[in-house]
């Protein structure tokens, strides 16, 4: 029976030394200020930065949301992104995906400065991540990498499988398993049998966002499990993408879903905004 990884716990953890930090950043004249952008009328994206709202002022970061109508043009939001750049009370912009169809999501990425992509959505940031350079790495990957450290699961040498290839979790897993030093494995939805990788795994992280992609006879006896999905069940319940009954049963350490990946990655978001400011006033 695998222990179960609290993300919940450790998140709580984490903002509260993080409070600490940015009161003794206040003392010294720092105020981490993150400006969100919210396009449209999206319902989850609207908790989503809800969430992040809430996140920030529990820590004491500045927070600001830009709430702007489903219609606005492109032009209209890389002007306000411009203006975000300019702006040097701003440590922080992240401009919430998905966007409505008139707006290019990889010019808007792209508009963001680096030093305040806290998303780290831009080529320079994915760029950095994967040379290992200082840069911003993505919330959610970053959250589970902090997970394994907290529970002093060793990474190095293992047999690391990640399911999922997005440019938001999948990839940026995969680099950051390579950094610390995983013999990494990407799957995908052209992976031909998943389980033949799978089984071989140390370390397996399933973010495909499909329920039960992972069951207990695609897992080694021991291995540890890293559920990034996001579902809903024939109840409507939140679920993730692994058969969390049966492979908690034959899994070392295991995430559950809600209370695992998702609480780290608002928290990793905080992190990066804590290290825009410091870096920014570094400068
Ligand atoms: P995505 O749809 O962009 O990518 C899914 C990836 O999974 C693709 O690379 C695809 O090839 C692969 N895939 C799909 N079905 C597969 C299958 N049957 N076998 C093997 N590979 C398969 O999704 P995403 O944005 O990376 O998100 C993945 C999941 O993680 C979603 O459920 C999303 O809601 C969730 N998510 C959670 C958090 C969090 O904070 N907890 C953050 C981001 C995403």
Same mark, same amino acid.
């Given at each position: 029976?695998?222990?179960?990884?609290?993300?919940?716990? /450790?998140? #709580?953890?984490?903002?509260? #030394?993080?409070?600490?930090?940015?009161?003794?950043?206040? #003392?010294?004249?720092?105020?981490?200020?993150?400006?969100?952008? /919210?396009?449209?009328?999206?319902?989850?994206?609207?908790?989503?930065?809800?969430?992040?709202?809430?996140?920030?002022?529990? &820590?004491?970061?500045?927070?600001?949301?830009?709430?702007?109508?489903?219609?606005?043009?492109?032009?209209?939001?890389?002007?306000?992104?411009?203006?975000?750049?300019?702006?040097?009370?701003? *440590?922080?912009?992240?401009?919430?995906?998905?966007?409505?169809?008139?707006?290019?999501?990889?010019? !808007?990425?792209?508009?963001?400065?680096?030093?305040?992509? &806290?998303?780290?959505?831009?080529?320079?940031? &994915?760029?950095?991540?994967?040379?290992?350079?200082?840069?911003?790495?993505?919330?959610?990957?970053?959250?589970?990498?902090?997970?394994?450290?907290?529970?002093?699961?060793? @990474?190095?040498?293992?047999?690391?499988?990640?399911?999922?290839?997005?440019?938001?979790?999948?990839?940026?897993?995969?680099?950051?398993?390579?950094?610390?030093?995983?013999?990494?494995?990407?799957?995908?939805?052209?992976?031909?049998? /998943?389980?033949?990788?799978?089984?071989?795994? *140390? @370390?397996?992280? !399933?973010?495909?966002?499909?329920?039960?992609?992972?069951?207990? *006879?695609?897992?080694?006896?021991?291995?540890?499990?890293?559920?990034?999905?996001?579902?809903?069940? *024939?109840?409507?319940?939140?679920?993730?993408?692994?058969?969390?009954?049966?492979?908690?049963?034959?899994?070392?350490?295991?995430?559950?879903?809600?209370?695992? !990946?998702?609480?780290?990655?608002?928290?990793?978001?905080?992190?990066?905004?804590?290290?825009?400011?410091?870096?920014?006033?570094?400068?």
């Amino acid at each position: 029976m695998a222990t179960i990884m609290d993300g919940k716990a /450790l998140s #709580q953890k984490l903002k509260q #030394q993080m409070k600490l930090r940015v009161e003794e950043m206040k #003392q010294a004249g720092i105020m981490p200020k993150l400006v969100v952008v /919210l396009v449209g009328n999206d319902p989850a994206s609207h908790v989503y930065v809800r969430n992040k709202h809430k996140a920030c002022n529990e &820590v004491g970061i500045l927070s600001e949301v830009i709430e702007l109508p489903e219609e606005t043009s492109q032009q209209t939001l890389l002007e306000i992104i411009g203006k975000l750049n300019q702006d040097s009370t701003v *440590d922080g912009i992240l401009v919430q995906l998905p966007l409505p169809k008139q707006i290019n999501e990889k010019t !808007v990425l792209r508009a963001i400065l680096p030093e305040k992509d &806290v998303d780290g959505f831009h080529p320079v940031n &994915v760029g950095l991540m994967s040379i290992g350079d200082e840069g911003f790495a993505p919330a959610t990957p970053s959250g589970i990498i902090a997970m394994l450290h907290e529970y002093h699961i060793p @990474i190095a040498g293992k047999n690391c499988v990640i399911i999922g290839r997005s440019n938001i979790v999948g990839k940026p897993m995969a680099a950051l398993m390579l950094r610390h030093d995983a013999t990494v494995t990407s799957c995908h939805s052209k992976t031909k049998d /998943l389980a033949q990788h799978t089984r071989q795994a *140390d @370390i397996v992280i !399933v973010a495909a966002g499909r329920r039960n992609v992972l069951t207990a *006879d695609m897992v080694k006896e021991g291995a540890v499990v890293i559920d990034v999905g996001m579902n809903r069940n *024939d109840e409507g319940k939140l679920c993730g993408d692994v058969d969390f009954a049966a492979v908690k049963e034959k899994a070392s350490y295991i995430t559950p879903v809600p209370g695992g !990946v998702g609480p780290m990655t608002i928290t990793e978001l905080l992190e990066n905004t804590i290290l825009a400011a410091q870096r920014h006033h570094r400068a």
